[in-house]
């Protein structure tokens, strides 16, 4: 996870000082937040400048990934530190999905407080994965 989300870092960095997204595109501007939401998702991927379609799937597929590491935090085995790596898992998670609509709400809206939240967001998010890998091995251990 820590590795997508510094390749993301890379790709959004990237498509900030690279990337000039079209002030006209599906979504921009759209007066329902979340059906723009999807027309900008829907344009950007398949449309989008490589870069910034990049940054848009990879955004995608950390959703899935940290939905799969909320999930095995609940199943682990390691019931004494179980809370804490579930406690990080949804808020490395909440931070993404979080970032993630801000993403969305930059190359709709373009507002530069929406990428502020978005870099703020992604540092939570790394915090928490980093205090997850701490857990990890306290979690194995009280386990054996």
């Known amino acids: 996870m820590l590795i997508l989300l510094l390749v993301q870092f890379i790709l959004g ?17 759209a007066n329902a937040y979340f ?9 950007v991927i398949p449309n989008g400048a ?3 379609a990049a940054h848009a799937a990879l955004g995608l597929a950390l959703i899935l990934v940290g939905l799969d ?4 935090s609940i199943v682990t ?19 993404i999905i ?8 930059f190359l709709n809206y373009d ?7 978005m870099a703020l967001l992604f540092a939570v998010a790394v915090g ?6 701490y857990l990890i091995p306290l979690a194995t251990a009280s386990t054996s």
């Open 69 to 72: 590491l909320l999930v095995r």
């Open 77 to 95: 085995k390691a019931l004494p530190r179980r809370g804490g790596l579930f406690s990080t898992s949804l808020v490395g998670l909440a931070a």
């Open 128 to 133: 928490a994965y980093v205090v997850e890998l």
């Open 13 to 29: 960095i990237a498509t900030n000082l690279y990337v000039t997204i079209p002030p006209k595109h599906p979504g921009a501007g």
């Open 35 to 43: 059906s723009g939401l999807l027309q900008g998702i829907g344009w």
């Open 111 to 117: 507002h530069n407080v929406s990428s502020l939240i």
């Open 50 to 52: 490589v870069v910034l």
């Open 98 to 105: 979080g970032a993630a609509f801000n993403g969305v709400s």
